[in-house]
């Protein structure tokens, strides 16, 4: 009989001892999932923080080179594709580089409007821009300044 009972004993606390390996495991599952995905929003607001970043240089950039498209390559380093849009090229870290060793494309698109307004829309993408599917860019930025004509 005792001998019974101890095995009912051991049998019990080897029950006990599966059910809290199995809490443990379920729950070091749900902390790394948390942990990971708690990276990804990490990440994903660290670009979107440069995205913004780097767009609004580029407005301010404009704003001071005003009619002088020569400065605002020189300032970004961007270069002129013609007909008023510009391209730029940044690193992972949002360093300038070259349009071809580039990760994100700054683009400046600007237009002259009435009355001495110039419109300039503003977009941050991907390099591979192309295999995103038709994604919208990283950000995307429209401002309008006043110029007034030449005398």
Do not use: W
């Given at each position: ?25 379920v729950s070091s599952a ?80 600007t237009a002259r409007g ?13 390099a591979d821009g192309a ?21």
């Open positions: 009989m005792a001998a019974l009972r101890s095995r009912s004993r051991s049998s019990l606390f080897l029950l006990e001892m599966i059910i809290v390996i199995l809490v443990f495991a749900v902390c790394a999932s948390l942990f990971v995905s708690a990276r990804l929003a990490s990440l994903q607001s660290s670009r979107l923080t440069m995205a913004v970043g780097l767009c609004q240089n580029a407005a301010e950039c404009l704003r001071a080179a005003g009619d002088d498209p020569g400065l605002l390559e020189e300032v970004l380093g961007a270069r002129a594709l013609g007909g008023g849009v510009y391209e730029a090229g940044y690193d992972a870290d949002g360093h300038p580089a070259g349009p071809d060793g580039a990760r994100y494309l700054l683009t400046i698109a009435e009355g001495g307004l110039l419109h300039a829309a503003i977009t941050l993408d991907e295999d995103r599917d038709g994604a919208s860019p990283l950000y995307s930025l429209k401002t309008t300044q006043y110029h007034p004509s030449q005398p």
